[in-house]
């Protein structure tokens, strides 16, 4: 595939530069674009099944407008490719570290989550069973995992789910440190392919960890 194919015309006509910045576990090659004095993001996963993609497309075409994610600039169907805004982190991990930002920190972080929680989600989206993914790991890491995590995960296997009231909301599900930045004036979260209906907890426990 030719990854100028991808752009939009407005950037095929600036001669951009492509490079690799990483190839994710759902097989989706992620290129840092150059284009005139202004840089982007492309992530590309053409093998992907339509249906999979474009769940994924939806789901970030509506945090992204909502500001919870870098502004979409294009998407390719036929080729399963989003370009984005290239956002520089300013320094989340300082923004949260320093204790003259850190509260401050919190609060933006979970207003970023209220925003995202509160969005419809796409009519197409399913829960994530997180038990699932955790058993699915667990077996798939079996003999690298000390025994004392295999046992810790067992256990929450083993624990019955505690009953709620709440309706499912669009989670993140992966609110990991290499998924939040910080540019300067807002916090966003990258990488939503594993977002899905969840409880509103569940990414509060992911930050709180």
């Given at each position: 595939m030719n990854l100028e194919d991808c752009l939009p015309a407005e950037l095929r006509a600036l001669a951009p530069t492509i490079t690799r910045i990483a190839a994710g576990?759902?097989?989706?090659?992620?290129?840092?674009?150059?284009?005139?004095?202004?840089?982007?993001?492309?992530?590309?996963?053409?093998?992907?099944p339509l249906g999979e993609w474009q769940r994924k497309a939806h789901v970030l075409a509506r945090v992204a407008e909502a500001g919870c994610a870098p502004r979409i600039v294009h998407i390719d169907e036929p080729r399963r490719a989003i370009v984005s805004t290239f956002v520089v982190d300013r320094g989340i991990h300082t923004y949260f570290a320093n204790p003259a930002t850190h509260a401050a920190a919190v609060v933006e972080l979970g207003k970023?989550?209220?925003?995202?929680?509160?969005?419809?989600?796409?009519?197409?989206?399913?829960?994530?069973?997180?038990?699932?993914?955790?058993?699915?790991?667990?077996?798939?890491?079996?003999?690298?995992?000390?025994?004392?995590?295999?046992?810790?995960?067992?256990?929450?296997?083993?624990?019955?789910?505690p009953a709620h009231d709440r309706a499912p909301v669009l989670s993140h599900n992966d609110v990991n440190p290499t998924n939040v930045i910080y540019d300067g004036q807002q916090i966003m979260l990258l990488d939503w392919d594993m977002a899905g209906l969840n409880d509103d907890y569940y990414d509060l426990a992911a930050i709180a960890m």
């Open positions: 576990m759902s097989g989706a090659g992620v290129y840092r674009v150059e284009a005139g004095d202004r840089a982007y993001v492309l992530k590309v996963t053409p093998d992907e970023l989550l209220r925003r995202a929680h509160d969005l419809p989600p796409p009519p197409e989206l399913t829960a994530r069973d997180g038990r699932q993914f955790l058993a699915m790991i667990t077996q798939g890491l079996a003999g690298f995992l000390p025994a004392f995590v295999r046992d810790i995960n067992q256990r929450v296997l083993d624990t019955p789910l």
